[in-house]
């Protein structure tokens, strides 16, 4: 057996070796949190606590799994095969199938994921008479049930909850309590439970059947729950009934981290601890292993603003590192450049590896701009814990509509948005529509086309829906020729009704589906501007193509792992890379406009910011953009408060100019010093002065007449070798000149974005020198 105590801190040490009574251990980010919950259960197990008396509480199947190999390694794998470890969901699976005669249930009862749920309620909907009542959508209905359930509400009490009532009937939903109490029932019919029922259906156990509490508390002597800060009601309920005997428990986390209220957590649970365990005991886990000093200290002015928190001061021992360094873009496609440019110098610099590097992102929409800058670069990336940008769901949907609208005998896109969104053409008609094309050897576009379909066997019903469908691409088709990309996609995404669905839903999921809408009009945007300025064409044609070159994967290695990683913040929890880019620090993005509209959503947010600086270990580097894309249109922006938050004694803020052009790469600590300094705080929310960025909306004509200053020159003015400032590219030199007025082009290398060809009647060059 190794002595696996010398491997521990003094403050480790103490948290592993003092297991009788309540224990409330707050770990800092890097501190080594895993390694003490790891090494407390084998402590047990090495003195004589029975392995089926302890119950280990995880939220993934992942850290349970390599918690159980760790602590075989030291007492042997037999007895750590015996802990009952697992995720709150598996290991309360478990005790339902055991006990599912006082509930009711089959012990073989069946576990439906999103899909399953989903489904089912389409069917009561349909059942109801609801379905073609558009406030009434799945998503909205599942997340309602779901929030109900966390908080331990079944449908009789629903109907009585005023709170949840009045939310309905805003949300024109009022069926509401009869659709819980109808998917409730029909759930039981089917001998079926969700993922939240495994929950309530066990504190309902536990509630009305004591005798069965009775039996697991005094079979869990000793209770272990990881990341408390993250668990809901329903889960913090369990845990306190299962400990009231032996009140043997011991809660790991971190408040400063405590980043998931929209999925129900509550932080008030590990704040409250406490309360419920007067005479626990607090062991704080405060020194960083991972990050250098600056990164933990900067992290730590952040976050010491917050009111609600266990205090601790987390330090580090490791090497004092490089300050942070802070960088601001022109534009996002500017800021993309930036981050991929400088990912190029400092693994060359370091000699790192892609996988070294993480760039971490407030909303997964933000993931478009930097997937480009790489495959322009040629730098090999991935996306964690989602999909590319453009193979997201209602990116997929919207690109179907531009395919078919370009070519109506695309099949596959056709099936994809003929009842999307929702207008009444089932699987039965589809099935109708595609045996008769089979048998014609014809598209589906051609069989809703042909004149003779009212012969075909269609109610009057189904065939009104058909034409009206086909109406709708016709219309499409014979504005492609007139209109830009970024004009034609608008016209798409208004009139098929997509836009209007996503906004009518209020639920997270749609959200964020129209905030990856959003960057998909930015992208469209961006493509036909730099086509107009470069003299080639922008239609919709052209925007197809580019997308389908971006989007092919062929050569790539599945095995591969030496990957740039691209993440949402809340994605990067648990996770430390050497060098983590933190981008789009911007008001309204990051703080998110939604939360940053009371003082707990606030905090939140700030605990997002610290948990995403402490993901580096040796180097960060912030950075925001000056403007960015908004529906095409372009918005200024403003850096985020968060910035100012920051000591800037651990900040390299780059000198102030006129221009407030970027650097190319971030400065050294040595040329920093070198430079005047930056006073972040006069420019940032909160403070006395005013902030030099307006936050003006610019309309679709003057965003493409004038830019903050830059205006179309002509080609007489520009010559080459002078120094140039384009909206989103920033400074670059003039190299060529060609052609003859209006036509005159211009070859400018810019410092990030490399060298372009610009139609100068487009390009809103500004002369610098």
Request: charged share 25%.
């Amino acid at each position: 057996m190794e002595n696996y105590l010398e491997q521990l801190n003094e403050a480790q040490y103490k948290a592993v070796v003092d297991i009788d009574g309540p224990a409330l251990v707050i770990a800092g980010a890097g501190s080594g949190k895993t390694r003490v919950l790891t090494y407390r259960i084998a402590y047990l197990l090495s003195n004589g606590v029975p392995p089926w008396s302890i119950l280990a509480l995880t939220f993934t199947n992942k850290a349970a799994r390599e918690m159980k190999e760790r602590i075989g390694r030291i007492v042997g794998q037999e007895m750590a095969s015996k802990l009952w470890m697992g995720t709150f969901h598996s290991i309360f699976a478990r005790i339902l199938r055991m006990e599912a005669k006082y509930i009711n249930f089959p012990a073989t009862f069946t576990i439906y994921d999103t899909t399953d749920s989903k489904s089912l309620i389409n069917g009561i909907l349909r059942n109801m008479k609801l379905n073609k009542d558009k406030a009434y959508k799945p998503g909205t209905i599942l997340g309602r049930i779901s929030s109900a359930k966390n908080d331990l509400i079944v449908p009789a009490a629903y109907a009585r909850d005023q709170k949840r009532t009045m939310a309905d009937a805003a949300a024109n939903i009022r069926m509401m309590p009869e659709i819980y109490e109808h998917y409730m029932r029909e759930c039981r019919k089917a001998g079926a439970m969700d993922f939240d029922d495994l929950l309530l259906n066990t504190n309902i156990l536990f509630r009305d059947h004591p005798e069965v509490l009775a039996k697991y508390q005094e079979r869990f002597k000793y209770i272990l729950v990881d990341e408390y800060q993250d668990t809901n009601f329903s889960q913090y309920l369990i845990t306190r009934k299962l400990a009231e005997k032996h009140k043997n428990i011991c809660v790991v986390g971190d408040d400063a981290q405590s980043i998931y209220s929209f999925r129900g957590a509550k932080i008030e649970n590990i704040l409250n601890f406490r309360n419920d365990y007067p005479d626990y005991k607090l062991f704080k886990l405060e020194q960083n292993y991972r990050s250098t000093q600056t990164i933990v200290n900067a992290a730590n002015s952040i976050i010491v603003r917050n009111r609600g928190q266990i205090h601790k001061k987390v330090y580090s021992q490791n090497d004092e590192g490089a300050r942070i360094n802070l960088i601001q873009a022109h534009s996002d496609v500017d800021e993309g450049f930036i981050v991929v440019n400088d990912i190029n110098e400092v693994r060359l610099r370091h000699q790192c590896q892609y996988k070294d590097f993480a760039i971490l992102y407030r909303t997964n929409a933000q993931s478009r701009i930097f997937e480009e800058a790489l495959r322009k670069k040629n730098i090999p990336y991935k996306i964690y814990g989602g999909l590319s940008f453009y193979q997201r769901k209602e990116i997929k949907d919207l690109l179907a509509y531009l395919r078919v609208s370009v070519n109506p005998n695309d099949n596959e896109a056709l099936k994809r948005i003929i009842n999307y969104p929702a207008r009444g053409i089932g699987k039965t008609t589809m099935d109708k529509i595609e045996a008769l094309a089979n048998h014609n050897n014809v598209s589906l576009w051609a069989v809703l086309t042909n004149p003779a379909l009212p012969n075909a066997g269609f109610n009057t019903g189904t065939l009104r829906k058909l034409n009206s469908f086909t109406r709708l691409i016709s219309g499409f088709i014979s504005q492609v020729p007139n209109l830009s990309a970024f004009d034609i996609t608008n016209e798409i995404a208004t009139q098929s009704g997509i836009l209007k669905e996503l906004h009518q839903d209020k639920t997270h999921e749609s959200q964020t589906r129209l905030e990856n809408l959003e960057e998909l009009f930015n992208a469209i945007r961006e493509f036909s501007d730099d086509r107009q300025e470069s003299g080639d064409s922008n239609g919709l044609v052209d925007f197809l193509q580019e997308v389908s070159l971006l989007t092919d994967q062929d050569t790539e290695k599945p095995d591969d792992i030496n990957k740039v990683t691209l993440m949402t913040i809340h994605s990067a929890k648990g996770l430390e890379f050497k060098n983590v880019y933190i981008v789009g620090i911007e008001e309204g993005l990051f703080p998110s406009g939604m939360a940053s509209t009371s003082e707990a959503g606030l905090e939140e947010e700030r605990r997002l910011f610290y948990v995403a600086l402490t993901r580096a270990q040796e180097r960060a580097t912030l950075t925001f953009s000056r403007s960015r894309y908004k529906f095409g249109e372009l918005t200024f922006a403003r850096p985020s408060r968060f910035l100012g938050e920051i000591d800037q004694s651990y900040l390299n803020i780059p000198g102030e100019t006129s221009s407030f052009a970027p650097p190319k790469t971030p400065l050294s600590s040595k040329r920093m010093s070198e430079r005047r300094s930056f006073n972040f705080k006069e420019r940032l929310p909160g403070t006395n002065q005013k902030v030099n960025f307006s936050g003006k909306v610019l309309n679709r004509q003057s965003a493409t007449k004038k830019f903050d200053g830059y205006d179309p020159v002509g080609g007489k003015e520009i010559q080459p070798g002078i120094i140039v400032e384009h909206e989103r590219f920033g400074r670059g030199k003039v190299l060529h000149i060609e052609g003859e007025h209006p036509n005159v082009k211009a070859t400018v290398f810019f410092n990030n974005a490399g060298q372009k060809q610009l139609l100068l009647k487009f390009a809103k060059l500004k002369i610098i020198s």
